[in-house]
């Protein structure tokens, strides 16, 4: 992992041997993924395969050939209804619709890639695809921290809309400077790094200087002098006002969205918001999850525990929530359970391959919980994994 993907206009880019598609059999989910995995493991040795790139974003898959110059296939984000990774033997594969086909025929799209991790990457690009998907359609199942007031500066007197003139002078060594109150002590190193950034903004050395050419050139009143006349008292009143009168605006402001969640810029990045379900509230998240394939799991602080991290996981018998315990050597391990691990990434890889004390193995695959049975987008019937009616 560390290795940055391609990105262009929310589009990411990675290389793949597009082993071939064979017809998905309509039954249970989770009898589906077992399907899927005994026809991955029989595929594992075949020797057919083109060399291709695929294009993931938050719109859909595309298969272009090894030179990025011919599109091969195409699908909506909304008709791919899975997807799953075979890590061991450097497997990808994902469940959509053939765009012509009847809706009720399920592929399967087998890419071979150059080794288990890039299997693993491809595998986390469209889940985090089929996350942000959901995050825009269901903006109101977002996580609150992901929205906020736009930042502001701290109150200062050279930002309240005082003539440049004014800001000029108060920004001299005699000039009181914003934070340092009566009391306050600033050490010579920090004191001389601020003169330094003042001096580039404001090159002129000598007071005077400044106040005859602006009296000379009369831009400023007899009263912008005063700037200098501040007691800390009086300043510290004029800061208090900034403050309040920033307050009243902060309030007024409408809150706004931050940047919107993105595929990850590195491969851990990427994993890390694929497991945590970056974005989306952890009630949401659990709603979502109990509905997902058998072994899929979230990431998140524990309920009764916010400094501890827990292991949401959907077993045969629902939701199961596993604490992850801090040993005194500083590893990780699972409550109840002995195997310690250096990393969460390395807990995490170790129950794929398998279960241990779990119930089952934690699971690559993930679905799609915008899947849309019909074609056209007018007229789609969004079939919600809430409803457990997928296949």
């Given amino acids: 992992m560390g290795e940055a993907p391609a990105r262009e206009g929310g589009t990411v880019t990675r290389s793949a041997e597009y082993v071939g598609s064979f017809l998905v059999d309509d039954r249970c989910l989770d009898d589906q993924i077992e399907q899927l995995h005994a026809q991955l493991k029989s595929l594992k040795t075949c020797k057919r395969r083109r060399p291709v790139s695929l294009k993931f974003s938050i719109k859909g898959v595309k298969m272009y050939n090894e030179d990025e110059t011919t599109l091969l296939m195409a699908h909506a984000l909304r008709r791919v209804s899975l997807s799953t990774a075979r890590p061991t033997d450097a497997q990808f594969a994902f469940v959509s ?5 009847t809706d009720a025929q399920l592929y399967c799209h087998v890419f071979q ?8 990457f491809l595998n986390l690009l469209l889940c985090r695809c089929f996350q942000l998907c959901y995050l825009e359609k269901h903006p109101e199942e977002a996580q609150e921290d992901s929205v906020g007031s736009m930042p502001r500066r701290n109150p200062s007197l050279l ?3 005082f003539p440049l003139s004014v800001s000029a002078l108060v ?16 050490d010579q190193k920090s004191f001389d790094d601020l003169q330094s950034s003042q001096d580039e903004v404001f090159p002129t050395s000598s007071p005077s200087l400044v106040r005859k050419k602006a009296i000379r050139t009369k831009a400023l009143r007899s009263g912008a002098y005063r700037s200098f006349t501040f007691t800390p008292l009086k300043q510290r009143g004029v800061q208090e006002r900034l403050s309040a009168s920033q307050g009243e605006g902060k309030d007024e402001a409408p809150a706004r969205k931050s940047r919107p969640p993105s595929l990850g810029e590195t491969e851990e990045a990427l ?5 945590r379900w970056a974005g989306i509230a952890t009630d949401a998240s659990c709603s979502l999850l109990a509905d997902d394939v ?18 949401i996981i959907r077993f045969p018998t629902g939701l199961i929530t596993h604490l992850i315990e801090n040993t005194s050597a500083g590893k990780l391990l699972l409550e109840t359970h002995k195997t310690e691990f250096g990393s969460i990434a390395e807990l995490i890889e170790h129950y794929t391959e398998t279960c241990g004390e779990l119930a089952c193995a934690l699971s690559c695959a993930r679905v799609n919980h915008c899947y849309e049975w019909e074609e056209h987008g007018d007229k789609a019937e969004v079939k919600s994994s809430r409803g457990k009616h997928w296949f």
């Avoid at 890639?113 to 693993?120: D, F, G, K, T, V």
Wanted: net charge positive.
């Fill in 113 to 120: 890639a150059r080794h288990s991790r890039a299997a693993q």
């Fill in 271 to 275: 994993a890390q918001a694929v497991w």
């Fill in 171 to 186: 920004s001299f060594r005699r000039a009181p400077f914003q934070g340092l109150l009566p009391g306050t002590k600033k």
């Fill in 294 to 311: 058998l072994g899929s799991y979230l990431l998140c602080p524990h309920p009764k525990k916010p400094k501890c991290g827990s292991l």
């Fill in 97 to 101: 619709h053939n765009p012509g086909s």
């Fill in 159 to 161: 930002n309240h809309g």
